[in-house]
């Protein structure tokens, strides 16, 4: 069965510090990976996209996949408050995209 | 300016009840999506289209009826709402296929007593 699996939370993580959100996926020949953020109440946001293996950044965020691992982070530096929310990780796998349920982020001010 | 759009935004109804949540986009994306969303599962794609007048079952499309006449509507029928059909129901469209970056419209919460 083709998975996302993300850590629940909730993640703290005080302000100023960096918010490292886990990733992993069941299906070897993925090609496609979103980060996603959730406030509460609110419809997933589109953060970033990445399709090669390495680090693609965009500004305080940055995207980590390595396909070899199955694995695929988010890195948001210096956390502000307004950072608190869910993020979902999403997996292409059989011709749909697969959301994971996502991962809680608390920003402790 | 809108993007997607949804409607109703709220609604309540009776368990047999049909029911229509409505899903607009001004983006002419050509392909379209109808996800539910509950706690502990996370979001489960339901249909989906990849242009006009062509759908597709998702993962939970069981009780739903979707149609798409045109390209920036996309609206998702409940025939005889039951229970567990409660949710949040988002639309999401993209314009590149179903490996790319999909845009959410902000969501129906449906409540079937």
């Known amino acids: 069965q083709k998975e996302v699996e993300q850590n629940s939370g909730p993640l703290s993580v005080p302000e100023g510090a960096i918010a490292s959100l886990n990733c992993t996926y069941s299906d070897r020949v993925s090609q496609s990976f979103f980060w996603y953020r959730q406030y509460s109440g609110k419809s997933p946001e589109l953060i970033m996209s990445i399709y090669s293996n390495g680090d693609k950044e965009d500004g305080r965020f940055t995207a980590q996949l390595n396909k070899a691992s199955q694995y695929v982070s988010l890195l948001i530096r210096d956390s502000q408050p307004s950072d608190s929310a869910t993020y979902l990780c999403?997996?292409?796998?059989?011709?749909?995209?697969?959301f994971g349920k996502g991962t809680r982020l608390h920003i402790l001010p | 300016d809108a993007g997607i759009t949804q409607s109703p935004r709220y609604k309540i109804t009776e368990t047999g009840r049909q029911v229509t949540l409505m899903c607009h986009q001004t983006w002419s994306h050509s392909y379209m999506f109808w996800y539910r969303q509950d706690l502990g599962h996370g979001l489960r794609l339901i249909y989906y289209?990849?242009?006009?007048?062509?759908?597709d079952k998702g993962e939970v499309p069981d009780g739903y009826v979707v149609s798409r006449s045109k390209t920036e509507n996309f609206p998702l029928t409940l025939e005889s709402a039951t229970r567990s059909q409660t949710s949040v129901y988002f639309c999401?469209?993209?314009?590149?296929?179903?490996?790319?970056?999909?845009?959410f419209g902000p969501g129906t919460r449906l409540t079937v007593l």
């Open positions: 999401a469209s993209s314009p590149s296929g179903l490996y790319n970056e999909q845009f």
């Open positions: 999403a997996v292409n796998m059989n011709d749909k995209i697969i």
């Open positions: 289209s990849a242009a006009a007048d062509i759908t």
